[in-house]
């Protein structure tokens, strides 16, 4: 039987490996197709997602605006915060207005952290640090403050440091809608009836992980770095969810909204249309 190899990359953490278990563990019946996984940070699959590396990625939102021509968003696994989201924190505390000329940590330009952080202040200085590296930045003074995605938003106050702002909480007070932090999406050029293919297994194995909770938490433990059981099923329960199996009319809305706002800022510099794939 001839196979069709599908190249998948997503990022090493406990909700991602949550959500692609079944696919990563041949628990399900993917037919002529067989997928291989790259695990890497989201901000290395945002660069090369610029170069169509992988038929199928997961990617900050924010990037899609510069990927948009070589892929499609699909329906089906979406990392929203729904009243939460990154956040950003100090060594002390700080008012929102004495962020203006300050150095904050962020993971990646083309976050969506980056870009929410923008929209909520843009008078900042930044500096680029791997995402698991910003705490003890923030900690040890080099920076002033630190924008915290992943598990970090779990665990930032046992480092003694304090909120100033969850931009997701912002941003649905701003809008009364979740944010839209990353998705996945699948390569233009693959064609319709292929597309179908992957993003139906794709649907299904958010869907067995979420029918076999426990089993895929167990699997997802390994990604969990540091968290513990507890810990690791309120991250995932976060990220992986009904949004996850699919935007819906909010989150559709959300990431349309999103996008045009940061073309209004000028941070995007090109109007962008969403295009979901069912």
């Known amino acids: 039987?001839?196979?069709?190899?599908?190249?998948?990359?997503?990022s090493p953490?406990?909700?991602?490996?949550?959500?692609?278990?079944?696919?990563?563990?041949?628990?399900?019946?993917?037919?002529?197709?067989?997928?291989?996984?790259?695990?890497?940070?989201i901000e290395t699959l945002n660069r090369r997602a610029l170069e169509g590396v992988y038929d199928v990625t997961a990617v900050s939102i924010h990037a899609y605006a510069y990927i948009a021509d070589k892929y499609a968003l699909l329906s089906s696994g979406a990392?929203?915060?729904?009243?939460?989201?990154?956040?950003?924190?100090?060594?002390?505390?700080?008012?929102?207005?004495?962020?203006?000329?300050k150095t904050i940590a962020v993971p990646g330009t083309m976050t969506t952290a980056y870009l929410a952080l923008r929209l909520y202040q843009p008078d900042i200085e930044y500096r680029v640090i791997p995402f698991d590296q910003i705490l003890d930045a923030v900690a040890t003074g080099s920076v002033d403050a630190g924008l915290i995605i992943h598990e970090g938003q779990l665990t930032y106050a046992s480092q003694g440091l304090h909120k100033i702002v969850d931009l997701g909480q912002w941003w649905?007070?701003?809008?009364?809608?979740?944010?839209?932090?990353?998705?996945?999406?699948?390569?233009?050029?693959?064609?319709?009836?292929?597309?179908?293919?992957?993003?139906?297994?794709?649907?299904?194995?958010?869907?067995?992980?979420?029918?076999?909770?426990?089993?895929?938490?167990?699997?997802?433990?390994?990604?969990?770095?540091?968290?513990?059981?507890?810990?690791?099923?309120?991250?995932?329960?976060?990220?992986?969810?009904?949004?996850t199996l699919d935007y819906g009319p909010q989150g559709r809305e959300a990431v349309q909204l999103l996008l045009q706002r940061g073309y209004e800022r000028g941070i995007i510099p090109h109007r962008v249309q969403v295009e979901f794939v069912a």
């Open 172 to 243: 649905y007070d701003q809008t009364r809608l979740p944010l839209p932090l990353g998705g996945n999406v699948i390569r233009r050029d693959l064609g319709p009836e292929l597309t179908v293919q992957v993003a139906r297994l794709i649907k299904q194995s958010i869907q067995y992980a979420l029918a076999h909770r426990q089993e895929a938490l167990e699997y997802a433990l390994e990604f969990a770095r540091g968290m513990d059981p507890a810990l690791t099923d309120r991250f995932v329960d976060m990220y992986v969810n009904n949004l």
């Open 13 to 41: 953490d406990s909700d991602d490996a949550f959500m692609f278990y079944a696919l990563a563990t041949a628990k399900l019946d993917t037919g002529k197709l067989t997928f291989t996984h790259t695990l890497t940070d």
């Open 79 to 101: 990392s929203m915060g729904d009243r939460y989201g990154p956040i950003l924190v100090a060594a002390r505390p700080l008012e929102a207005q004495e962020l203006k000329g």
């Open 1 to 10: 039987m001839n196979t069709r190899q599908i190249t998948v990359a997503h």
